[in-house]
């Protein structure tokens, strides 16, 4: 399966994706055997259905929203180009990715877009706010039936009126920004295999 990876992806495509992504050659393909073997209708692109069958993300709470942000709105297939800019978000940072060339554009693992991508999962509506609504659904998810809603609520509006600097009982991205300015984002959200 590796020869057969290698064999469909140009030279000059692993080129482009390693300079938009950061992924390495050996990275490139090996997810690109790995996007093969999810592709059961051997047309080059997955859906969601081809994701589902991928066990972590079965068994995840937050697994659909997961699937969904490799989705364009509007779009049912991802190719690998896109699913490889989507798993760009969780590659880890490296030391020499930190003090890059301030004028090119900002890799798809810094940290503000791994907060971007973890935002989208919450706003459920994609209206660049999170409602108490949305908070509530996505909490939902999380643990199922093991607290009341009366506790989900609560802690919904704990959320929100922490976050929620300009009243208007929603969280922006700057304000979701600003309340995990001191949690490790790049720790919370980078899957080491990807190292």
């Known amino acids: 399966m590796g020869s057969r990876a290698s064999t469909l992806l140009r030279e000059e495509e692993i080129e482009e994706i ?33 994701f589902q069958r991928i066990p972590e993300l079965a068994i995840n709470p937050l697994g659909d929203r997961i699937i969904n942000a490799f989705f364009p709105e509007g779009e049912d297939q991802v190719n690998f180009r896109g699913f490889m800019r989507t798993l760009a978000h969780f590659r880890p940072i490296e030391d020499n990715e930190k003090n890059k060339d301030p004028i090119a554009s900002e890799p798809l693992n810094s940290r503000s877009n ?32 093991n607290i009341s809603d009366e506790q989900l609520g609560s802690i919904a509006d704990r959320t929100i009126q922490e976050a929620d600097q300009n009243g208007d009982n929603s969280i922006s991205f700057n304000e979701f920004i600003k309340v995990l300015e001191k949690v490790d984002v790049e720790q919370k959200m980078s899957i080491r295999f990807l190292h």
Do not use: C, P, W
């Not at 390693?18 to 080059?44: A, C, V």
């Not at 971007?116 to 199922?144: C, H, T, W």
């Open 18 to 50: 390693k300079k938009e992504t950061g992924f390495s050659h050996s990275q490139i393909t090996r997810l690109y055997s790995r996007f093969t073997s999810l592709d059961k209708g051997e047309n080059g692109t997955l859906s969601r259905e081809d």
């Open 114 to 145: 791994k907060l971007l991508f973890a935002f989208r999962l919450y706003d459920l509506d994609r209206d660049d706010k999170i409602s108490r609504d949305e908070l509530l659904q996505v909490l939902r998810m999380m643990v199922g039936v």
